[in-house]
């Protein structure tokens, strides 16, 4: 059974605080990686992963691939309290010819002043 | 923002009764979903399709049906609502397949449904 596995499920920090969210996967026939920030409402797109050891940045927040090991890491610095919300990681795989999304449960950051 | 709108927003209904959300599209992407997202588990993949009448079904799709009869319009049915069905319910839409979509995959905003 395909597995994506985000850690901590949930996390509180201070402003200022740098934070390492994780997610790990047991999947076959890999393709990408994605990450997702959720506020209220719709998941919104952060970062897709799809090789090994380049990060992607944005901002305070970036994010990096190991396939080998089969995780990803996504680091936010000098959090803000903007950025509490819920973070999804997901992993695209294909499957009898299609693709297919699976997610993770989400780790739930919160940001207070 | 994607032009997605999902109709109705919230609703409450009564175990047994039927259930059409509605999931309407302005950006004319081919491919189509509708996820739930429940507490510890996250967002699975109900039903997904890849143009016009042509749908498949996902992870969780027992107790629901799909019909997309215009590029615009992905319907999801309920045809016996269930108390386990009470769930947050996300249309997404993408031009072009997963492996290719990543950052072009957007979801709509969500309907709340509640079974009682």
């Known amino acids: 059974e395909d597995k994506v596995v985000q850690s901590p499920l949930s996390l509180v920090v201070h402003e200022g605080d740098t934070v390492t969210l994780n997610c790990s996967y047991e999947v076959t026939n890999f393709r990408s990686l994605l990450w997702y920030k959720q506020e209220k409402k719709a998941p919104t797109f952060l970062f897709m992963l799809?090789?090994?050891?380049i990060e992607k940045k944005s901002g305070r927040l970036s994010s990096i691939l190991d396939k080998k090991e089969l995780f990803s890491i996504l680091n936010i610095t000098a959090t803000q309290t903007g950025d509490s919300a819920v973070y999804l990681c997901a992993v695209i795989l294909t499957q009898g010819g299609s693709e297919k999304l699976v997610f993770g449960k989400g780790t739930k950051l919160t940001v207070n002043p | 923002d994607a032009g997605i709108t999902q109709s109705p927003r919230h609703k409450v209904t009564e175990t047994g009764t039927p259930v059409t959300l509605r999931c309407h599209q302005t950006e004319n992407h081919r491919y189509m979903y509708w996820y739930r997202q429940d507490p510890g588990h996250g967002l699975r993949l109900i039903h997904y399709s890849y143009g016009v009448k042509d749908t498949d079904k996902g992870e969780v799709s027992d107790g629901y049906s799909v019909s997309r009869s215009k590029t615009e319009d992905f319907l999801l049915t309920l045809e016996s609502a269930t108390s386990s069905q009470t769930s947050v319910y996300f249309c997404?839409?993408?031009?072009?397949?997963?492996?290719?979509?990543?950052?072009?995959?957007?979801f709509g905003s969500g309907t709340q449904l509640s079974v009682l």
């Open positions: 799809t090789s090994s050891g």
């Open positions: 997404a839409i993408s031009a072009i397949s997963l492996g290719f979509a990543g950052e072009k995959l957007f």
